[in-house]
């Protein structure tokens, strides 16, 4: 089992910049893949980026390519999204979840949620 925690969601002006984080306790997920999601509100989850365990292997939505970052902390074992340049359409719940098989888009791959973070971008 897997528990994950999201922080770091708040309220930012476009153009800005936030970090959120996602650690994770239980069993250790070296082997997991760990997407970040996004839900707005009447919308259906999204994918937003993933990056795995092992090897640090990352992908990106065309929406937040060159303006999102992944990247993980094997030692803490906590996964940041690194948001900046930030676009009202970007306000969302984000959601950071692990897989145990291979890295998809899909959010019904992944087997383990957090409780999601708002992130709200006022223009």
């Known amino acids: 089992q897997v528990q994950l925690v999201e922080s770091g969601g708040g309220l930012v002006q476009a153009g800005g910049s936030l970090r959120l984080s996602c650690a994770a306790s239980?069993?250790?997920?070296?082997?997991?893949?760990v997407g970040w999601f996004r839900q707005a509100p009447g919308k259906e989850r999204e994918f937003v980026a993933y990056?795995?365990?092992?090897?640090?292997?990352?992908y990106y939505a065309d929406s937040v390519k060159g303006r999102f970052t992944i990247s993980r902390d094997n030692a803490k074992k906590t996964v940041y999204l690194q948001m900046s340049s930030l676009k009202p359409e970007d306000t969302a719940v984000y959601y950071c979840?692990?897989?145990?098989?291979?890295?998809?888009?899909?959010?019904?791959?992944?087997?383990?949620w957090g409780q999601g973070t708002q992130v709200t971008v006022s223009s």
């Open positions: 979840a692990a897989s145990t098989g291979i890295a998809t888009l899909k959010p019904s791959d992944y087997d383990y």
């Open positions: 239980g069993r250790t997920f070296g082997s997991y893949a």
């Open positions: 990056i795995t365990w092992r090897s640090g292997t990352t």
